[in-house]
């Protein structure tokens, strides 16, 4: 038994860790990817979440702990690592910039868990992680500049210029036109406004009155108070 023990504890000159730390790491390193992974699940925004990115997230938290264990402070294999990993092709597309910070998150507490920092890893883990709940709950860098995007296209031969204007001004504190794009024969015009609705205005009151407009057709109207892009 005290063999046992004393082989559980004591570090191999292979790997410079003793089973006991690596175990330690594996598992601060798997706790650290499960905490990043919920923290995305919680303030992950917009119609791109994807599972498999938060199980990545996981897994490259354990897989980088380990491989900071493999280096250790041998420089010939850091370089061998290097050249092994340029045959690895990587094509997913990140589609937010978000993404790519928890990336370097899972990334930062591997590295951090399979080189024994173990307090660096605890404290940065829930500080990282602390701060990005707080930026989510807040809103944070949400400017907030528009509520709707309306779209719609508009008979000149046919419709009431004047009608859809009166009506838009009724209903909206701020309205912009932000694109204005005629058809070729120069009958119809397809209009982008940014609007801000009055209080006791909702989305349907607007698709529902310009409907009945003469003139107007193709109406679209997408909620844009988080992210615009136009």
Not at 134 to 157: H, Q, V, Y
Request: glycine share 6%.
């Amino acid at each position: 038994m005290p063999e046992l023990s004393q082989w559980f504890t004591q570090s191999t000159e292979e790997l410079g860790y003793s089973p006991l730390a690596v175990i330690i790491n594996l598992v601060l390193a798997l706790c650290a990817g499960l905490i990043i992974g919920v923290i995305y699940k919680k303030t992950h925004k917009g119609l791109s979440y994807s599972q498999s990115f938060v199980v990545t997230l996981v897994l490259m938290c354990i897989t980088v702990s380990a491989v900071m264990m493999v280096i250790g402070s041998n420089l010939a294999r850091a370089f061998a690592l290097v050249g092994a990993l340029t045959i690895v092709r990587f094509r997913t597309v990140v589609k937010d910039t978000k993404d790519t910070a928890f990336i370097f998150f899972a990334l930062t507490e591997g590295i951090a868990s399979g080189t024994g920092n173990y307090i660096l890893a605890v404290f940065s883990t829930f500080f990282i992680g602390t701060v990005t709940m707080i930026l989510a709950k807040t809103n944070f860098g949400s400017i907030n500049r528009s509520e709707f995007i309306l779209r719609f296209r508009f008979n000149r031969d046919s419709g009431d210029e004047q009608a859809y204007i009166d009506f838009i001004m009724e209903r909206a504190n701020k309205s912009t036109i932000i694109h204005i794009e005629p058809s070729s024969n120069g009958v119809y015009l397809t209009l982008t406004y940014d609007l801000s609705l009055k209080p006791g205005i909702n989305s349907q009151d607007i698709v529902t009155g310009l409907n009945s407009i003469s003139g107007i057709d193709n109406i679209n109207l997408v909620a844009a108070t988080n992210d615009i892009d136009y």
